[in-house]
């Protein structure tokens, strides 16, 4: 069976300090793709990234990052320098490689909050 | 915007009436996908629609939901004698084939509250 954990429910920070959002996830396949996404106030999912299973290379993308760890099933995503615009619910999702991969099965999300 | 579509947005029902969620997918996207997101959750997949085929619905409460992707028109999701526990977003995605690589493009949500 597929799993996503996203064992912090709220984590609440001070503008410019940087955050890490934990993401750890069950699967028998080996190949499958691996989200994070953002749910801002107003509800709407902004996808963030995409990982296969084959690359474990960590990604840079402005303030984010992501570490990709098969060792330890976790997708783990930071943000650097955070702002207040960052405050939103994040959540990690998972997907099959073949057959199915429209099932994604998301987390139950961490609620972000950046104070000002 | 060539996005996925949904409407409405927002929709009020008491309980006993119908709700119809609309989704147009992006241009050239002929897969739909319907997740639903109760409150405090993530979402969960409900089911997957071709035009005219319902491919995989195996998310789909078994009573008072169905879906449907005509040849012409929007995909429509149904509720037929809306509960509160019906309340939630509800989340249309396309594709352009069968998601081989998992990339699904997401809509803005359908916000349903049953009073």
């Known amino acids: 069976a597929q799993k996503v954990t996203q064992a912090q429910t709220e984590i609440s920070v001070v503008e410019k300090e940087d955050v890490t959002l934990d993401c750890v996830y069950e699967?028998?396949?080996?190949?499958?793709?691996l989200f994070w996404y953002k749910q801002p106030p107003s509800g709407e999912l902004v996808f963030l990234i995409r990982?296969?299973?084959?690359?474990?290379q960590n990604e840079i993308s402005g303030r984010y990052s992501w570490n990709f760890q098969k060792s330890t099933s976790s997708f783990n995503f930071t943000i650097t320098a955070s702002q207040v615009v960052d405050s939103a619910v994040y959540f990690c999702?998972?997907?099959?490689?073949?057959?199915?991969?429209?099932?994604?099965?998301f987390g139950t999300g961490t609620r972000l909050k950046v104070l000002a | 915007n060539a996005g996925v579509m949904q409407n409405p947005r927002h929709l009020v029902r008491r309980r006993g009436q119908e709700a119809r969620l609309r989704c147009s997918p992006m241009?050239?996207?002929?897969?739909v996908y319907w997740y639903r997101q109760l409150p405090e959750e993530g979402l969960k997949f409900m089911v997957y629609l071709q035009k005219e085929n319902i491919i995989d619905e195996s998310g789909m409460p078994k009573e008072r939901f169905s879906a449907e992707f005509p040849k012409e028109g929007p995909s429509i999701l149904r509720i037929q004698q809306v509960v509160r526990g019906d309340s939630a977003a509800y989340f249309c995605?396309?594709?352009?084939?069968?998601?081989?690589?998992?990339?699904?493009?997401f809509g803005e949500g359908s916000r349903l509250t049953v009073l």
């Open positions: 241009k050239g996207h002929s897969h």
């Open positions: 990982r296969n299973s084959f690359d474990e």
């Open positions: 999702a998972l997907t099959k490689g073949f057959s199915g991969t429209y099932k994604y099965i």
């Open positions: 995605a396309s594709s352009q084939a069968l998601a081989n690589t998992g990339e699904l493009f």
């Open positions: 699967t028998r396949d080996t190949t499958y793709y």
